[in-house]
């Protein structure tokens, strides 16, 4: 028998549940004949009737069509294509109740990987909830049977890209090109063969790297010119991988400059538009005071900061450390922070690319240097590979910044292991009216 003859056939009439749990995902969860249907755009304790949308094999989904008994928790949605398009996930869900629920998450994995919960817990740190995002990934697509170009984020249960001309997550001056490019791509001559255009944003300018499929004509390469003078905006052409990135406008290196500040420590960050930045501004500009706080950084303090990036801590703690260094494995990043140091005035911050993982004792960064104190950003991976490295200058105080509670809460195990103590551990909301969970933690010494 073939395997899409043993598919599971979908209910197709609708299904009265009740909303008994809350998924890690932002989805409500439901039993129907003894088992787990995961149901979209539903909260606990709601009386929904839902559509199946999948069948697995321990588990349904299904997505919300009406609901006939609310939450308190419910609020309406501050975007009107929230029940269609993928991108946030949430945005049903009061921010109060998001916070809470990102908390419990961390509470959850921290007691089921390290079975510990720090000394204290830390109020949530938060910010702007909408216009916040200055980085995203889109998709285009030209829809030949509407004679026009879809650009966004994808739809929830399917392929397609969502319908939509503003998008009030992103940051203003990117949510209102939205339109006007979609317009611009109507008329290119390669419009079918654009799938995707990504955003970077600074305090001063955004900049969209535009994906091209086929060599893009003379005269789409003028259309691109003439929207980036008309919007002010940095355009840049990416016909293969990373490599191939070629800036079309404007052609002055300054003016294509795109940076930020933390004004607490009056530093402004360059980045390029392929960097890895933080992509909430608003939390960025508390997040970095948070965490040199939580370090208590004092003027005779020899910090080391993994996973650095262009500086984005490394900057903010050499105005406040005797000195700082910063380790990154991408080289590109190492350089990134070097520019940073120098364009900051700042002589007393090293950067270095190094694999994490490997041994680095040879390291002159690691012969010469005794720190006292480390701060860590590590991928959604964690730093379980870097820890042994780290307990080796045995520093009074870790600051772990986190975008995975799971790791996180593993790598706190270890940490525990080795002699240190989970004083302290919050949440952050970097992506409000998402699931994705953000923290912080701070380590001692015992």
Known sequence: MSRRSRKQKLPKEPVTVEIEGFSHEGRGIARVDGKTVFVGGALPGET?????????????EGRTLEVIKPSPDRVEPPCEMFSVCGGCSMQHLSPHAQIKHKEAILKEQLQHFAKTEPKEWLAPLQADLLGYRRKARLGVRYVLKKERTLIGFREKYSNFLTDIETCPVLIERVSGLLKPMSELIDGLQIRQFIPQIEVASGDNKSALIVRHLKPMPAADR??????????????????????????????????????????EYDVELKQQPLDFAQVNASINRVMVPYALELLDVQPEDRVLDLFCGLGNFTIPLATKAKYVVGVEGVQEMVERGQENARFNELTNVEFHQADLTTNLEEKEWVKNKDYNKVLIDPARSGALEVISNIVKFAPEKIVYVSCNPATLARDTGELIQHGYVLKKAGVMDMFPHTTHVESIALFEKK
């Open 48 to 60: 929904v009737e839902m559509q199946y949308v999948f069948s697995r094999g321990k588990f349904d």
């Open 222 to 263: 003028e259309s691109w010119m003439n929207f980036a003078q008309k919007h002010d905006t940095i355009v840049y052409l990416q016909p293969k991988g990373p490599d191939s990135l070629v800036r079309l406008w404007p052609t002055s290196d300054e003016e294509a400059q795109l940076s930020y500040e933390i004004p």
